[in-house]
């Protein structure tokens, strides 16, 4: 089984800062990663398909990159609204199509 | 527009079974696979499993082999989750999701349900 263990678990930063969230497999998932964000009471939303592409409608200050073992979600300068809970998850074997702990992002 | 609706609340005792639904409209049902993800109050995000609408095969996570089966009617292009042995630790939010699997690109769970609230406790 794909273990993803994310980090730091939780991230205080203020409106106008640059947010860097890591996501580590521990074996090589490609390219076959997503990251999602999550609020409150919602279901959570796709932001970045297959490592590095932003998923439609999603602003352009979220990017992510990585391939193998190693990912990162940037968001370039945080909104208010961009603070929340972020899941990275893989599918690159079957099964389990497993996702990290979470990153929660807290306003400072 | 593409959605994923799922069934309602449920409270169930200890030991019995549960199945929800989860009705796609707005695409074709079998053009894409159906994950169940759950969420305990304040805890991250936990794959369950997965259906191909289109064979029925499926794969389960090794933490609910035995417990969890996952069907579908493709007449009515509804998914189903059932989960039986209910125990209080299986208090969660039930989620179903689309995806696909990867052939050149990853594209991600992109279409989520509203969540289902399912309630185990005597």
């Known amino acids: 089984e794909i273990v993803l263990t994310q980090s730091p678990a939780t991230l205080s930063l203020s409106p106008g800062e640059r947010a860097t969230l890591s996501c580590r497999a521990s074996?090589?998932?490609?390219?076959?990663l997503a990251w999602y964000q999550q609020k409150p009471g919602q279901a959570p939303r796709l932001l970045i398909y297959d490592a590095s592409n932003r998923a439609t409608g999603i602003p352009a200050r979220f990017s992510g990159s990585g391939s193998g073992t190693d990912f990162t979600l940037t968001i370039s300068s945080l909104e208010p609204e961009d603070f929340a809970v972020y899941y990275c998850q893989q599918r690159s074997n079957w099964p389990p199509h497993t996702f990290g702990q979470g990153t929660k992002l807290e306003i400072k | 527009q593409v959605q994923l609706v799922q069934s309602g609340a449920e409270v169930k005792k200890p030991g019995a079974s549960v199945k929800v639904s989860c009705k796609a409209s707005?695409?074709?049902?079998?053009?894409?696979?159906i994950n169940w993800v759950r969420q305990a109050t304040g805890q991250g995000l936990e794959w369950m499993g997965w259906m191909n609408p289109n064979s029925g095969n499926t794969g389960y996570a090794q933490k609910f082999q035995g417990r969890v089966t996952m069907t579908r009617n493709t007449s009515i292009s509804t998914a189903y989750m059932e989960l039986s042995s209910l125990r209080s630790e299986d208090t969660a939010v039930y989620y179903c999701?689309?995806?696909?699997?990867?052939?050149?690109?990853?594209?991600?769970?992109?279409?989520w349900g509203q969540g289902t609230t399912v309630t185990v406790s005597s």
């Open positions: 999701a689309r995806d696909r699997a990867p052939t050149y690109y990853y594209y991600g769970m992109d279409v």
């Open positions: 074996q090589s998932v490609s390219s076959y």
């Open positions: 707005g695409y074709t049902f079998t053009s894409y696979d």
